[in-house]
T-cell receptor, first 111, second 115 residues
């Protein structure tokens, strides 16, 4: 069935370092890959997304890469700041609004 | 523009009871999806409604059901509650159209505790 694996489950970095979170999906029909950030006690919020016709997308300190052949996509955060500390979820979807989420990565950025 | 709202925010029920949760999407959004969030399991897709029709369904038992009204508001119902149903239930809305993909905006969730 449809599945999204996400690694690592926890990630601790020093402020200013980079953080990378990786996801693998199983459904070859997936063509939409959003990333959500969920701060403690708050709702998930979209931070960046990529569609299957694009290999990389950047938005300031955040970038996402997609390898459709390998069914891998990754989130890269550069120059991390304490406010980046949160749980990050990757997801995969197709042409309808059904998203399959990964199990999340708890990112801690230490000052 | 008002965001996605969910009521109630907190619920405490006992095993065997049933519960109804409500979600009001952003004005103009026609798709509403429901997710169950538990520690360690992430967000698991329950179902998605578009124009009052269930368009997608996840792998949850038939005790979980939902519906959507003509104003796009959605409800989900869980019957014969079990302890394992304790979770944060999130709904998300998107503008959506057939064969297109749009950003999903999440509500604050309903925290359900089953005793």
């Amino acid at each position: 069935g449809e599945n999204v694996e996400q690694h690592p489950s926890t990630l601790s970095v020093q402020e200013g370092d980079s953080a990378v979170i990786k996801c693998t999906y199983s459904d070859s029909a997936s063509n939409y890959f959003p990333w959500y950030k969920q701060e403690l006690g708050k709702r998930p919020q979209l931070i960046i997304d990529i569609r299957s016709n694009v290999g990389e997308k950047k938005d300031q300190r955040i970038a996402v890469t997609l390898n459709k052949t390998a069914k891998h996509f990754s989130l890269h955060i550069t120059e991390t700041q304490p406010e980046d500390s949160a749980v990050y979820f990757c997801a995969a979807g197709s042409n309808t609004d059904k998203l399959i989420f990964g199990t999340g990565t708890r990112l801690q950025v230490f000052p | 523009k008002a965001g996605v709202t969910q009521t109630p925010r907190y619920l405490i029920k006992t095993r065997g009871q049933q519960v109804t949760l409500s979600c009001s999407p952003i004005s103009g959004h026609r798709s509403v999806s429901w997710y169950q969030q538990t520690p360690g399991q992430g967000l698991q897709f329950l179902f998605e409604y578009f124009s009052e029709t269930q368009r997608n369904k996840g792998n949850f038992p038939g005790r979980f059901s939902g519906r959507q009204f003509s104003n796009s508001r959605s409800e989900m119902n869980v019957s014969t509650l079990e302890l394992g149903d304790s979770a944060l239930y999130l709904c998300a809305s998107s503008r959506s159209g057939r064969n297109s993909y749009n950003e999903q905006f999440f509500g604050p969730g309903t925290r359900l505790t089953v005793l």
